[in-house]
């Protein structure tokens, strides 16, 4: 990551940044004691803080207890998410209600020798009879002789789809404790240093720092533990040390409408889910079907050396996946039922980890036991067609059973209008081991003006899908708008059970091409070698179409639905296509994933029927390299289209009403707002420059 250093660098003090807290703090708290006269307005401002015991900012500090009041009464919620402390401390403190103030208690022993810690209580502090929340408040001491207090600014987001990182921790550690480069586990030895808190926008302010050099860490708490757990948090980190000290100022400011500090950032990092180390051993071994087995083991692509069961061929066990890291395998017996026995026995040699988590070769016999075991639905059936069979033959008529229905099964995953470009995929719930596609007739069926059908043969395909045996696709030489009929007839298909289809007919439509829209992608990549990975989605996030394997050229999407898309690249680096993950162990960064932009800074691309969309993109400028100028001005950029969309509907709204004949008292509020933002910012920039 590259810094700017050329302007002067941030040397704050403790009344410096006292001074800068307390001016933040002033922009949304009142100035005086007041009360909401009755019939009056709601009051919206939030608590003020009128006195602490000790005073802020205590030196020397060997108290047990600190009394934080207010000018009014308050209330605590979400304490256990909302509060922490920075370092954290043995136990972490409780927090109480005593009259108009908090009582904050401190153990006994939870305390370290010269060291400034910060309470910060987040939004968990509101007043008590309207909820208005007290943002940023922050209660700092140290036991030394003096307070660290340097500051530096960040912003965090997800390494996968940009989107900013809300409330995620900053851990900042002494990089002196690093000793080995190339294998990074402090976070697993060592509590931080420092601990911060990004804000709902991914931006966040370290406060207390010392002017050393850090290691840096994000990681977003899921289980609110405090703690950073492999598989279940995500993570982020730096690259490089970093020291406060050697950084030129921010601007630094509050959010006028979400009401929380921000600032403009010095780092950024981005999140992403590392993998736990897992022990690798069979974890189950299980026989739900008669024709199936499933073996579980404990940790990804568990090697198996061999797989033997008695008086079951090797040819006849069909192997399925059913996981993305293969640690659940479905072993199926390509045999007639009549043929498996009810206890199968078999021997297995794999690759298991031992007490020093090396992996040893491992034998384990199998017993697997199977019984059919009735169904509710299927005892009373049974009972049913018993009764009916009795009184049949009382009499004295000839009792014919019904039909019992196909255990064939499938799920069609498609509707009665078809995208010509992609496939009917069937997903059967059995492998197939024969599939008879000569049988398979597709027809294009044209009506004329008197209702009469005509049917043409067309070419129908059916492949089976790469990632899913059990997923097959069906496709044809299909038009736009054209009217079809799919007839498969009985047999066709057959699972390894032995049990096939019934006849299956569907009749859809193909979608009228100018009823969409066509998106091209003019791709440059950054050299002719480079591969990428295009995914199309729209206004929800839900995937429309994803491409992978893609390089310099045009590429285009057909039948795009009408409003609004996005268009997520990734820069496929090894070329596997998919996007690979970070590695804290390793210190390796996830791979780069960025959205498409427009030169308004805008990421939705709008699409209407019928309409031909190219987007130019510039693969050496989106993928350029990370600058804290480039992370700001996209920030901004991000921003100024947020406030126009804010201002754009409270208009429609304003005009609705207008319409309505109701009578509108805030036509011009979206104006407001934006000058709002905007005035924030250069007055609050203004000051931190003063006192920098």
Not at 75 to 93: N, R, T, Y
Not at 303 to 310: A, K, Q, T, Y
Request: net charge negative; glycine share 6%; hydrophobic share 35%.
């Amino acid at each position: 990551m590259k810094q700017n250093t050329e302007s002067s660098k941030i040397r704050l003090n403790l009344a410096r940044a006292v001074a800068a807290l307390t001016i933040c703090s002033g922009l949304f708290s009142r100035c005086a004691n007041t009360t909401t006269p009755l019939g009056g307005p709601t009051d919206s401002l939030p608590p003020v803080v009128t006195s602490m015991l000790p005073l802020q900012g205590q030196t020397k500090f060997a108290e047990k207890k600190i009394f934080i009041e207010f000018d009014e009464y308050v209330q605590l919620k979400d304490v256990g998410s909302e509060f922490f402390v920075s370092p954290a401390m043995k136990k972490k403190p409780t927090l109480t209600i005593r009259g108009r103030g908090v009582q904050v208690s401190i153990t006994d022993d939870s305390l370290k020798e010269n060291q400034t810690y910060a309470l910060n209580f987040g939004s968990s502090v509101r007043d008590n009879n309207e909820g208005n929340v007290l943002y940023g408040l922050r209660y700092v001491f140290s036991t030394g002789e003096s307070i660290d207090s340097m500051i530096m600014s960040g912003y965090v987001a997800d390494g996968k789809s940009g989107d900013s990182a809300s409330k995620a921790l900053l851990f900042f550690y002494d990089a002196l404790c690093d000793t080995i480069p190339e294998y990074d586990s402090i976070l697993f030895k060592k509590q931080p240093d420092v601990i911060a808190r990004a804000e709902n926008n991914g931006i966040f302010v370290a406060q207390n720092l010392k002017p050393i050099d850090y290691k840096v860490y994000a990681v977003q708490d899921k289980n609110k533990n405090g703690t950073y757990e492999p598989g279940v948090d995500k993570v982020g980190f730096l690259d490089e040390y970093v020291n406060p000290a050697n950084f030129p100022g921010f601007a630094y400011w509050v959010d006028s409408l979400r009401k929380y500090p921000t600032a403009d950032p010095q780092v950024y990092m981005r999140l992403f889910m590392d993998k736990d180390f897992k022990r690798q051993n069979m974890t189950a071994s299980e026989r739900p079907l008669q024709n199936k087995i499933i073996l579980r083991f404990g940790a990804p692509r568990p090697e198996i050396r061999s797989l033997v069961f008695d008086n079951i061929p090797e040819d006849s066990v069909v192997w399925e996946y059913m996981t993305k890291g293969r640690d659940t395998i479905a072993l199926w017996l390509n045999m007639p039922a009549e043929s498996i026995k009810d206890t199968l026995e078999g021997i297995i040699t794999y690759m298991r980890h031992d007490s020093l988590n090396v992996l040893q070769p491992r034998t384990d016999t199998m017993k697997l036991l199977w019984s059919y075991v009735e169904t509710r639905e299927e005892k009373k059936e049974r009972e049913e067609e018993e009764k009916a069979r009795k009184a049949a033959e009382e009499a004295g008529e000839e009792y014919i059973p019904k039909p019992k229905a196909n255990p064939f099964g499938f799920k069609v995953h498609a509707s009665t209008e078809i995208n010509p470009n992609r496939t009917i995929p069937i997903e059967f719930i059995m492998p197939l081991v024969s599939v008879d596609s000569a049988q398979i007739e597709l027809a294009n069926v044209v009506t004329d003006k008197e209702g009469n059908k005509t049917e043409t043969p067309v070419g129908v395909r059916i492949e089976q899908d790469t990632a899913n045996m059990r997923k097959w696709h069906i496709s044809g030489d299909w038009e736009s708008g054209g009217e079809y009929k799919l007839t498969i007839p009985a047999g066709v298909f057959v699972n390894v059970a032995r049990q096939s289809n019934d006849t299956l007919r569907a009749e859809f439509k193909i979608m009228e091409k100018d009823k969409y829209a066509t998106v091209y992608i003019n791709l440059t990549g950054k050299t002719p070698e480079s591969k990428y990975i295009l995914t199309m989605m729209d206004k929800s996030g839900t995937i429309l179409e994803e491409r992978r394997d893609v390089s310099t050229g045009v590429h285009g999407f057909e039948y795009v639905p009408e409003g609004e898309i996005s268009v997520r690249i990734t820069e496929d680096l090894n070329g596997n296509g998919e996007w690979d993950s970070g590695d804290v162990i390793a210190r390796r960064q996830p791979e780069r994933v960025e959205t498409y932009t427009s030169e308004a800074g805008d990421k939705a691309v709008p699409t209407r029927a019928n309409w031909e969309v190219t987007l130019n993109m510039d693969m050496n400028k989106m993928f350029a390299p990370v600058t804290i100028e480039s992370v700001i001005a996209k920030l901004e950029s991000a921003e100024r289209v947020r406030v126009n969309k804010l201002m754009e509907e409270r208009l429609r709204k304003a005009e609705e009403k207008k319409r309505r004949g109701d009578e509108d008292e805030n036509t011009g509020g979206g104006f407001s707002i934006g000058g709002a933002l905007g005035s924030m910012k250069s007055k609050i920039g203004s000051v931190t420059n003063a006192i920098k």
